[in-house]
């Protein structure tokens, strides 16, 4: 069983940053890939980024790509959101969820989930 506890979310005006972090229990946090999705008010929840296990792959959604970075920690069970360049699109509540020994891009394979953190980007 892993637990995620996810960080960082806030308002932000647009053009800001905010840096997103998720916490794993356990001690075997490297053996999962990491992602993280989105779920914005009447909408589905989507992919945003995902993260090998070893951080050597990262996987973005068009809508993100050369705005956020996904990165981990294993050191300390942790994975991040780095987001810039925000734009009110980018509001949602934002998860982090792993998945063991893979790293899917689709929200239905992933194994565990936090419970989110809200992102709020005023124009």
């Known amino acids: 069983q892993v637990q995620l506890v996810e960080s960082g979310g806030g308002l932000m005006q647009a053009g800001g940053s905010l840096r997103l972090s998720c916490v794993a229990s356990g001690r075997t946090f490297s053996i999962y890939g990491m992602g993280w999705f989105r779920q914005a008010p009447g909408k589905e929840r989507e992919f945003v980024a995902a993260i090998s296990r070893s951080g050597g792959r990262t996987y973005y959604a068009d809508s993100v790509k050369g705005r956020f970075t996904i990165s981990r920690d294993n050191a300390k069970n942790t994975v991040f959101l780095q987001m810039n360049s925000l734009d009110p699109e980018d509001t949602a509540v934002y998860y982090c969820?792993?998945?063991?020994?893979?790293?899917?891009?689709?929200?239905?394979?992933?194994?565990?989930w936090g419970q989110g953190t809200r992102v709020t980007v005023s124009s």
């Open positions: 969820a792993a998945a063991r020994l893979r790293v899917p891009l689709t929200s239905n394979e992933y194994d565990y």
